[in-house]
T-cell receptor, first 114, second 112 residues
Framework: AQTVTQSQPEMSVQEAETVTLSCTYD???????LFWYKQPPSRQMILVIR??????QNATENRFSVNFQKAAKSFSLKISDSQLGDAAMYFC???????????FGAGTILRVKS | NAGVTQTPKFRVLKTGQSMTLLCAQD?????MYWYRQDPGMGLRLIHY???????AKGEVPDGYNVSRLKKQNFLLGLESAAPSQTSVYFC???????????FGPGTRLTVL
């Protein structure tokens, strides 16, 4: 069974600095998708970024980028120029093109200090 | 577009009571999902549906039932609530050709 591991229960970053959240996953599949979701105190789950496993180029969305290492089964999220509004729980998730569900990690709480 | 909506947002039940959570989406998505979120455990899939009239079990289906009579609605039922079902429940949906899921705002359920 596929598993997703987020080894950092909590992280802190100073406003305007850069932080990296870690995620590793276990799968025997070659075709899959990876996602980072943000959950602020409002509880709403917001899609931050997605990565297709067949793409070698790392995905980027404004201040958010990923470091996708397929061989190492690693999918970290880098947040540049951190802002107070980035404070949230971040979830890493894995899914396949034929599967019907996403597998989520336990989440990382990100605190942003002013 | 309202996206994915959930009713109610909060609910308190006594052990043994029943209730139904309603999820609605206006994006014409084929796939719909029910998750529960508990501290330290991420989101776990309860049941899902790949189209109108279909349902399937997820990772933690015991104590829950679902129905998808209309494409836009996905109902989650608790027939006899237990304190172990105290959780935050999320509904999600997606298109059949894209794999990211869109989430509703969640329902916080407390069973006393």
């Amino acid at each position: 069974a596929q598993t997703v591991t987020q080894s950092q229960p909590e992280m802190s970053v100073q406003e305007a600095e850069t932080v990296t959240l870690s995620c590793t996953y276990d799968t025997s599949e070659s075709d899959y998708y990876l996602f980072w979701y943000k959950q602020p105190p409002s509880r709403q789950m917001i899609l931050v970024i997605r990565q297709e496993a067949y793409k070698q180029q790392n995905a980027t969305e404004n201040r958010f980028s990923v470091n996708f290492q397929k061989a190492a089964k690693s999918f970290s999220l880098k947040i540049s120029d951190s802002q107070l509004g980035d404070a949230a729980m971040y979830f890493c998730a894995y899914g396949t093109s034929y599967g019907n569900k996403l597998v989520f990690g336990a989440g990382t709480i990100l605190r942003v200090k002013s | 577009n309202a996206g994915v909506t959930q009713t109610p947002k909060f609910r308190v039940l006594k052990t043994g009571q029943s209730m139904t959570l309603l999820c609605a989406q206006d994006m014409n998505h084929e796939y719909m999902y029910w998750y529960r979120q508990d501290p330290g455990m991420g989101l776990r899939l309860i049941h899902y549906s790949v189209g109108e009239g279909t349902t399937a079990k997820g990772e933690v289906p015991d104590g829950y039932n679902v129905s998808r009579l209309k494409k836009q609605n996905f109902l989650l039922g608790l027939e006899s609530a237990a304190p172990s079902q105290t959780s935050v429940y999320f509904c999600a949906s997606r298109w059949d050709t894209r794999y990211e899921q869109f989430f509703g705002p969640g329902t916080r359920l407390t069973v006393l």
